[in-house]
């Protein structure tokens, strides 16, 4: 995909044009990780499958408005991952979500950054297939530092400083969960 202008021009070092369209963006970013970091203390599945899909959508307006495509299409991909998953457990699931993933991949593919988002997309996608809460909240660890490099690279200031949040929040979701199950043994 080609990239915009004013993408160009951060990029570039050149100073970052604070656009409504960008503010808007960023004003979206809070919002999707205030919800999002929400799904990291829930323990029942089907509720952070649904938070999730309300999450995604607000987050592919964000990255629609950054101009970022990769994101946009994994967000698209997430929310159709989390309606299906949400019916089917089964392995051709997750084998197919994948398939689709790749062939969106190749289609948005941006830059090497952009790699970023797919390689975090298909971490999140195994971890919501896994029937443990517990092991989505450890690969949500891994997608959280992934996606802070991201949106270094599509300049998301809000989407950095929330994704540090959302990988603290990850931790602490874990060890709260893992000291549950010490204590229950």
């Not at 080609?2 to 070092?13: A, C, F, H, N, Y």
């Not at 991909?77 to 398939?99: A, E």
Request: aromatic share 12%; net charge positive; proline share 0%.
């Amino acid at each position: 995909m080609v990239r915009t202008d004013s993408q160009d021009q951060i990029k570039k070092g050149e100073i970052m044009n604070l656009s409504i369209g960008y503010v808007c963006s960023q004003i979206l970013v809070i919002i999707y990780y205030l919800i999002y970091t929400s799904t990291f203390n829930l323990k029942d599945k089907s509720k952070i499958l649904k938070i999730g899909i309300l999450a995604t959508i607000i987050s592919a307006l964000s990255y629609l408005l950054l101009g970022a495509y990769t994101g946009i299409a994994m967000c698209v991909i997430s929310i159709i991952r989390n309606l299906w998953f949400y019916k089917s457990k089964s392995k051709n699931s997750l084998i197919i979500v994948f398939i689709i993933m790749l062939i969106a991949s190749v289609i948005s593919y941006q830059d090497v950054f952009s790699l970023l988002s797919i390689t975090a997309t298909m971490i999140y996608t195994y971890a919501l297939w896994q029937k443990s809460t517990k092991k989505y909240k450890l690969f949500g660890i891994a997608v959280n530092l992934l996606m802070i490099g991201y949106d270094i690279s599509i300049m998301s200031i809000m989407g950095v400083i929330f994704m540090i949040i959302a990988f603290i929040s990850s931790i602490i979701g874990y060890i709260k969960d893992r000291e549950g199950v010490d204590q229950n043994e």
